[in-house]
């Protein structure tokens, strides 16, 4: 009796070995991956994607019962993250709390966050408000994370408890911690979106492809997160594989961009493409028009680019220094206002910028905006100018 009684705390009921409960404890922890990417993140807060009312309640019952989140409180937190984003509002950022807290302390802002209960509710609209919302996930979110405590320890008897505790600290690490610190601190840029947003790597398989985080903040309700050729978002594969059994149904995607030859003037295809992709255009010209423009001014000075402007203020020329600190912007501006090209190109870009970040709803005068803009730019004389302009009037939508 006492040598079953022993196995059965080794082992559990199905008396896996190690390589089998590290299996299992990959299978689960992706699986708990997939739901926050997937049903939470894609389909609730962006609606980028719909999933069959079964899959839905899957995706809902296994947060339920392994992160013990509530979907409208996750969903009305990250809407505002983006609403709010890189401010003192923001629940989550690295910028203004620092990126120690967010890092390590990422599940108790969410806990604060939590509570409050008008972000909530302006936040959270359409999200599942249904019988068991009301009576079980919602009242009974911790009721989760103890019965998957008391599954494991029968299952797997007490290497099952360690499992729990991985499986408890899985989505604080790797989502509050991981992707909402490090996702607005460290990575490459594909686009000078807003904020601080960062790809951490081009293939995001271990998150879900939460890693191409720059990407998502650039085109928010994309159910997809790859951008380039060479991206891997594991996401959007398994969405794609859902649809092709009749379990998704993609509703966004990233408009593709395309660029008309022999545009003379802006017209509203530019303006509806350049609305949609007004990250893109201010990184196109953050690399061809102003990069070409500070080695050129190196190259004059006979010195290198490093000496005659140290990377942090290059980058800091894409948004006038918002980001950096008061000593590190007063030096930026003192290098901008000694340098008369540097100068016309970085107040040409913030034009272009007023114009595509405008809250008018008048098309037509934003349109007669643009336009002018791009006559002054092509009358500019500097030639990387010229060659922008001619480029951004052939943007349209493709079909």
């Not at 991956?33 to 009312?53: E, K, N």
């Amino acid at each position: 009796m006492s040598q079953t009684w022993l196995e059965w705390l080794t082992g559990g009921l199905v008396g896996l070995g190690w390589w089998e409960l590290l299996a299992v404890l990959l299978v689960v922890t992706q699986l708990t991956i997939f739901s926050v990417t997937l049903y939470l993140h894609r389909s609730q807060a962006h609606r980028g994607v719909d999933f069959h009312p079964l899959l839905n309640h899957c995706f809902r019952f296994w947060t339920w019962l392994t992160t013990s989140m509530i979907t409208r409180e996750w969903v009305a937190i990250h809407r505002k993250h983006h609403a709010k984003v890189e401010t003192d509002e923001d629940p989550h950022s690295p910028r203004t709390k620092g990126i120690g807290n967010v890092f390590w302390r990422g599940v108790e802002l969410y806990r604060e966050a939590r509570w409050q209960r008008e972000d909530i509710e302006q936040y959270g609209k359409g999200a599942p408000d249904d019988w068991l919302e009301r009576h079980l996930y919602t009242p009974h979110a911790t009721m989760g994370p103890v019965l998957l405590l008391f599954i494991n320890t029968v299952l797997f008897g007490l290497p099952g408890i360690a499992l729990w505790a991985i499986q408890m600290a899985w989505i604080p690490f790797w989502a509050a911690g991981v992707v909402n610190g490090l996702g607005h601190w460290w990575g490459y840029r594909n686009f000078e979106s807003a904020d601080t947003s960062t790809n951490l790597t081009p293939w995001g398989l271990w998150i879900g492809g939460e890693e191409l985080h720059n990407n998502h903040h650039a085109f928010p309700s994309s159910a997809r997160f790859s951008m380039r050729r060479w991206e891997l978002d594991i996401g959007w594969l398994a969405i794609k594989s859902l649809e092709k059994v009749g379990l998704a149904k993609v509703l966004r995607v990233a408009p593709s961009l395309d660029i008309r030859p022999n545009i003379s003037v802006p017209d509203t295809d530019t303006l509806k493409a350049l609305l949609s992709h007004r990250f893109l255009a201010m990184t196109e010209y953050q690399r061809n028009v102003l990069k070409p423009a500070l080695r050129e001014e190196a190259a004059a000075a006979g010195a290198r680019l490093r000496a005659l402007l140290p990377g942090k203020l290059r980058r800091g020329l894409v948004d006038d220094g918002r980001w950096l600190k008061p000593e590190a912007r007063a030096q930026l501006q003192a290098f901008v206002a000694q340098r008369p090209r540097i100068r016309a190109l970085v107040e040409h870009r913030k034009r272009l910028a007023g114009v595509l970040e405008a809250r008018s709803h008048d098309a037509g005068e934003r349109l007669r905006q643009l336009q002018a803009w791009c006559q002054e730019a092509e009358a500019s004389g500097i030639r990387a100018l010229q060659e922008y302009s001619q480029r951004l009037k052939g943007y349209a939508l493709a079909h």
